[in-house]
């Protein structure tokens, strides 16, 4: 386990001056991460698993919040707000077998908080964490109508090469740029 990201932390302000925490995903975080899935609309949860699904089942939720920070890490976005927490996003990066220089990344906002820069801001954070990690090129597998997720990878002004097949852009991020 990487101890430097098991124990990230750090916050951003949006460009609305609210506050965001990000911290690494604990296994205690199961129950949430649960119930802000069953928040999210259909397009975003078809945007994120290629499918629409009504739920995330034990071993998905174990998957997503128990993660070693060195072929897997997890960060949360939480919204501050009255002194608490309320999360808005959820940004992970996983190792490619036989591949320990890449690593694929996905990246679910809630609903409400698309479009804040939020995303914007996992990335940046997801990329410093692969850098610490040595990890030289992150991929993506977004649907062609995700245009968010397209934006956003052109938005990091790293080098990326993109290729379109069967409705999916399977996208590669260069990070030593």
């Not at 190792?95 to 694929?104: A, F, I, L």
């Not at 990878?153 to 852009?169: A, E, M, T, V, Y």
């Amino acid at each position: 386990m990487n101890t430097n990201l098991a124990s990230y932390h750090n916050s951003e302000t949006l460009s609305d001056g609210q506050t965001i925490r990000l911290r690494a995903i604990r296994p205690s975080d199961r129950e949430i991460l649960r119930e802000e899935f069953l928040k999210l609309s259909k397009a975003t949860v078809r945007d994120r698993f290629f499918s629409v699904k009504m739920d995330l089942t034990p071993k998905e939720l174990t998957y997503f919040t128990e993660v070693d920070f060195n072929h897997h890490v997890a960060l949360v976005a939480e919204l501050e707000s009255d002194a608490t927490y309320e999360p808005v996003a959820v940004g992970r990066l996983v190792r490619k077998s036989g591949q320990p220089d890449h690593c694929e990344i996905a990246i679910t906002v809630t609903d409400a908080m698309q479009g804040h820069g939020i995303g914007r801001i996992l990335l940046n954070h997801l990329i410093d964490c692969a850098r610490q990690l040595g990890v030289r090129h992150m991929d993506a597998s977004v649907m062609a109508g995700n245009t968010r997720m397209m934006k956003l990878i052109r938005r990091s002004g790293l080098p990326f090469k993109s290729h379109l097949q069967d409705g999916i852009n399977t996208i590669s991020v260069s990070l030593h740029a």
